[in-house]
């Protein structure tokens, strides 16, 4: 475990996770007791805010729902207005076990971004059929983008380090995958460098996935032109790692 924790925020964005929000920063608290964890409320409608705040994180309260992309981002701002030099999304739904926590984070000392990656012959996650297929051929062309190998490029168990931070306040989409994918895409664009950690994720705690039950095949159709239009999108930021020292 680290010496210290003082440079690292822990984000946990949150919608409507009255039912497990405040079991995940009770987690990641007992787990690393000296850590700053920061639950971005995007726009709930229930109790939310006051059930991450009992639980004893700090709470950013968005006045609408943004979507993960945008409650990420105004944790990164915060990140970075408040001089943390690393960040690491948690979810807030239970499904990242806050004993990885560590873990990832040690990727920073090889990369500016680190994964979780669930495909990487750790537990017992699968997903089949066409959201199987997308997930393997976006992993593919991610590897080729980012010069490394990666099994799983929509994991938002990732951390970043000082670069990483700055890169994601100046962009950070909050579109359809365009917090995993499209951001990906842009940082290894602009000279990021990005590394993967086998992770074993857990159910999900209780309630609904915020995403709904979409049909496989239009996750397929989506996920593959979120990557077509980040591909083609035009870099944002410092051009190679040199220009970021």
Not at 66 to 77: Q, S, T
Not at 97 to 115: Q, T, W, Y
Not at 139 to 167: C, E, P, W, Y
Request: charged letters at 20%; proline letters at 5%; a positive charge.
């Amino acid at each position: 475990m680290p010496s210290s924790l003082a440079d690292l925020l822990i984000i946990v964005p949150a919608w409507n996770e009255e039912g497990n929000v405040g079991n995940t920063v009770r987690e990641i608290r007992s787990e690393l007791p000296a850590a700053h964890v920061l639950v971005v409320d995007d726009g709930s409608t229930d109790a939310t805010a006051a059930v991450a705040k009992a639980a004893g994180a700090r709470v950013l309260v968005l006045p609408f729902n943004l979507g993960v992309g945008g409650a990420m981002r105004a944790g990164y701002v915060f990140a970075q207005r408040h001089g943390f030099a690393r960040a690491i999304q948690v979810d807030a739904d239970g499904q990242h076990n806050p004993r990885d926590i560590v873990s990832v984070l040690e990727g920073l000392d090889r990369a500016d971004i680190s994964i979780g990656a669930r495909f990487a012959e750790v537990g017992e996650f699968s997903a089949r059929g066409p959201r199987r297929w997308a997930m393997v051929f976006l992993a593919s062309i991610l590897s080729r983008v980012a010069k490394t190998r990666l099994t799983d490029v929509t994991s938002g168990f990732r951390a970043a380090n000082r670069h990483a931070i700055d890169q994601y306040v100046r962009y950070y989409p909050a579109e359809y995958l365009g917090d995993t994918i499209d951001s990906l895409v842009a940082a290894a664009h602009v000279g990021l460098t990005v590394t993967q950690v086998p992770v074993a994720m857990r159910p999900r705690q209780g309630g609904r996935p915020s995403q709904g039950a979409l049909g496989s095949t239009i996750y397929l159709l989506r996920s593959v032109f979120a990557l077509m239009l980040a591909i083609m999108r035009r870099p944002t930021g410092p051009t190679s790692p040199g220009a970021r020292a």
